[in-house]
């Protein structure tokens, strides 16, 4: 039954959807070039200080992504009031609410993989020293887990609010609120600010693996609350 559900929704993916990976791994790949040749290449670090800069900016491009993931799916519905007639298929309630998220991870993981692509040509094509493939890839899945649990909280926000551009501006608001709590990562809010996450579970900081263990417990935890909630809720 998921898997019809999540036909269903990949038949009403957006165009806008599927080319945001695309536009936003661009974006970022060439926002950290030119941060990284403007500020940090005289550096100690060299070329390889191209990780602090993804550091910087990762997590909130991954969050910022999942807000606008989770309005683009649900604003479907919620623009043209259409909830009812989504839920005379047959498929059970909770169903839908997961095809949803499972497509916003789907999306999220696009992302990363062509974020690692990118970096891995701009590497090539920039220098012959050898790239720590394997921290690339942990710094940028790691960030891609951290974020399951602000997935459970756009998801819920985004099926609650008929206008989408508010659970959009709370996600943009917490990705860069993130960013600069995630600085102190022994502070109570850095604990209690999912936003924080992605940032906090780099290979650069401390206790990665826990951040990314506490998101992703989170995030199921939502996700199952939010789908109990979807399936009891009146539209």
């Not at 390889?48 to 997590?59: E, K, P, Q, W």
């Not at 997961?98 to 992302?111: D, E, G, H, Y």
């Not at 998801?155 to 008929?162: D, E, G, R, V």
Request: aromatic share 16%.
């Amino acid at each position: 039954m998921i898997w019809r559900a999540l036909r269903a929704e990949g038949m009403k993916l957006k165009p806008a959807a599927c080319w945001l990976p695309v536009i936003s791994s661009l974006l970022f790949i060439a926002f950290m070039a030119l941060e990284w040749y403007l500020n940090f290449r005289k550096g100690p670090g060299g070329v390889y200080s191209a990780f602090n800069v993804m550091y910087l900016f990762l997590g909130f491009v991954m969050l910022l992504n999942t807000a606008l993931f989770t309005g683009m799916l649900t604003g479907v519905e919620q623009e043209s009031n259409s909830w009812k007639q989504l839920l005379t298929l047959p498929v059970a309630r909770p169903y839908l609410y997961w095809a949803k998220a499972i497509w916003v991870l789907l999306l999220l993981l696009c992302t990363a993989f062509l974020i690692i692509g990118g970096m891995v040509l701009l590497w090539i094509c920039y220098t012959s020293e050898p790239l720590p493939f394997q921290f690339l890839i942990q710094q940028i899945m790691y960030s891609f887990l951290a974020s399951a649990a602000v997935l459970g909280l756009q998801m819920w926000l985004s099926t609650q609010l008929a206008n989408q551009s508010i659970p959009m501006s709370i996600g943009f608001l917490g990705a860069v609120s993130g960013l600069f709590i995630a600085r102190d990562s022994g502070a109570v809010w850095a604990r209690l600010w999912p936003w924080a996450y992605p940032t906090l579970s780099s290979p650069f900081m401390p206790g990665a693996g826990m951040w990314i263990a506490i998101s992703v417990g989170l995030g199921a935890i939502l996700l199952t609350a939010g789908a109990l909630h979807f399936n009891n809720k009146q539209f």
